[in-house]
């Protein structure tokens, strides 16, 4: 299996570095193929612009082989040339932007097949904001102000992105609506790695991870690990 990476926004700057350099270093180093995935900016057309800051960032961390696929809507989800790509792909990073828009284009896709085959491979699958919420079993679409399910690679799980500033608002609502379930704020410029083969979850950056336990909550800063149930 490989491993996740869920970062809580303001992907691309400051302190997020330390966790895409250890995603990077995990996937195989700088020469690694790292695709990016701008799905989820696409509703606002801002796919572009997202895409080529996310390259622009791994080029300057020192990353090789860094490409934007072009994965915007359900048809480009479903091209086997695309879905070839991320297959061969060691890191594949899942942009911010509109959760829903983006579970609803990758679920059953030819390229949600091959992100899911890469991580069992031993890669690296890695979200920020939206792209992160996806990736676990539920997500709270503020759009659309419902909880709906996600891709489920983060069993039990629903991220809180941007914990530290708009966020948390989020937290009593989602505890209300999924008792049940693992919830899990994540600042800015924070990410947290399941880079431990002991189950361990680590932190990385500038801000801190919350874990709401059913009546407990939990804080975690840099360099602190925990895991997930």
Not at 85 to 111: C, D, K, M, W
Not at 130 to 147: K, S, T, W
Request: hydrophobic share 40%; aromatic share 8%; glycine share 10%.
């Amino acid at each position: 299996m490989g491993y996740i990476l869920l970062e809580g926004g303001a992907e691309f700057r400051g302190r997020m570095a330390e966790a895409d350099v250890q995603a990077m270093t995990l996937a195989g180093g700088k020469a690694a193929p790292i695709s990016i995935i701008p799905a989820a900016a696409a509703p606002d057309n801002n796919q572009d612009r997202a895409g080529n800051n996310g390259v622009t960032w791994f080029r300057n961390l020192g990353a090789l082989r860094v490409t934007t696929v072009p994965l915007i809507d359900k048809p480009s989800a479903d091209d086997p040339a695309i879905a070839d790509v991320l297959r061969h792909s060691s890191l594949i990073f899942l942009l911010g932007g509109f959760p829903e828009y983006l579970a609803q284009t990758l679920i059953n896709s030819l390229s949600w097949k091959a992100i899911s085959e890469t991580e069992r491979a031993g890669g690296v699958i890695a979200g920020s904001s939206a792209g992160a919420m996806v990736l676990c079993e539920h997500f709270y679409d503020p759009f659309q102000n419902r909880v709906t399910g996600g891709l489920n690679m983060v069993h039990g799980a629903c991220v809180i992105p941007h914990h530290d500033t708009t966020g948390r608002k989020w937290a009593s609502k989602l505890r209300e609506l999924l008792p049940d379930t693992m919830l899990i704020g994540i600042d800015e410029e924070t990410g947290m790695i399941s880079d431990s083969r002991d189950g361990f979850w680590h932190v990385y950056g500038k801000g801190q991870i919350t874990l709401y336990r059913e009546n407990h909550v939990e804080r975690f800063a840099q360099n602190r690990e925990f895991r997930l149930p």
